[in-house]
């Protein structure tokens, strides 16, 4: 059984902690992000997700970062990567980079808890297949087995955009709120 967890501007320090506390006993959370729902835990636990989503363990997670200069710790953005984090972070963009999905979320809760916990592996709180869900009560009928669930209000946001990449090029690798347009002429590439 979940607890399921309004979140407030009066509680959100509350809900930081107790999010951090399940994640750093290797549990999974489900919070609202600026795009959707979705199901997060610590990096070095990433294989729950793949067991609570049903989803095959070649599909990459993204992982959530606070502050846009966290991406170092996963690669050195290269040129075009600087100028999508500048233009696009925070906000709903996920950039693919030297095998990495990273993305800093525009929300306020997520960014205070990776202030907290460092960066989280995450992906949209649905079964494998299954539609998205746009409030925390569907996400939390889906996933039984995850003991938090942080209450943000119904979201009917795109996933973020996900791009692949390279040093003078960009690759779409899923359309989200962020549009192709933008992308591509912030990029210079195609």
Known sequence: MSLLRRLGTDNQAELVLLAAAELQAGGAVILPTDTVYGLATLPAYTDLLFELKQRPSDKAVAILIGEPEDAIQFFEPCRVAREL??????????????????????????????????????????????????????????????????????????????????????????????????????????
Request: proline share 4%; with cysteine; aromatic share 4%.
């Open 85 to 190: 984090i500048q233009k696009h972070w925070p906000g709903a963009l996920t950039i693919v980079q030297d095998g990495y999905g990273v993305r800093c979320a525009d929300h306020g809760f997520v960014r205070a808890l990776t202030k907290q916990v460092g960066p989280i592996a995450t992906t949209s709180a649905n079964l494998s297949g299954e539609p998205t869900p746009e409030t925390a009560i569907e996400a939390a009928a889906a996933f039984s087995d995850v003991q938090l669930v942080i209450d943000g209000g119904q979201l009917q946001m795109l996933a973020s955009t996900v791009i692949e990449v390279t040093q003078n090029n960009i690759k779409i690798l899923r359309q989200g709120s962020v549009q192709v347009e933008a992308v591509k002429l912030t990029g210079g590439g195609g």
